[in-house]
């Protein structure tokens, strides 16, 4: 049985994801489709069963950018921009879905500066099997 699952996008969540962001809907929705389709073949290269790995998952979230000049979103805004590539792992089968139930995201999420290892949104996806 998995415990763990590693999830490394190469590419950190659009800015036009931010809920503050000030920009088209159509914009918004193709920046959406990419970071999912992302995810998306991300996660599949960690699920070779094709099979759901875990029902409920807690989820570290660590971005790894060039430098801090970008700013950090803050974590409500952080979670909403990460949507996107949380659908794409659940469509891949590394979760079963992304309800409250079945997610607690780790505090903090880390902000890390690596310019040779940006950008990159890793996601790292560990059993939960404390009470509902």
């Not at 036009?16 to 159509?26: D, I």
């Not at 998952?57 to 990460?82: F, H, P, Y």
């Not at 995201?105 to 996806?125: C, G, H, N, S």
Request: aromatic share 8%.
């Amino acid at each position: 049985m998995v415990e763990k699952v590693r999830v490394e996008i190469q590419m950190l969540p659009p800015a036009e994801l931010n809920p503050n962001a000030r920009v088209s809907p159509f914009v918004k929705a193709g920046k959406t489709a990419v970071f999912r389709k992302a995810a998306w073949a991300c996660a599949y290269n960690q699920n070779p069963g094709h099979e759901v790995i875990f029902t409920r998952a807690k989820v570290e979230v660590r971005l790894v950018m060039k430098n801090l000049q970008r700013g950090q979103a803050d974590t409500d805004n952080l979670i909403t921009m990460l949507k996107p590539a949380l659908d794409g792992c659940v469509d891949a089968l590394i979760l079963k879905d992304d309800r409250r139930k079945n997610i607690k995201y780790i505090q903090p999420m880390f902000y890390e500066v690596d310019p040779e290892r940006a950008p990159l949104t890793i996601l790292t996806f560990e059993k939960w099997e404390d009470e509902i």
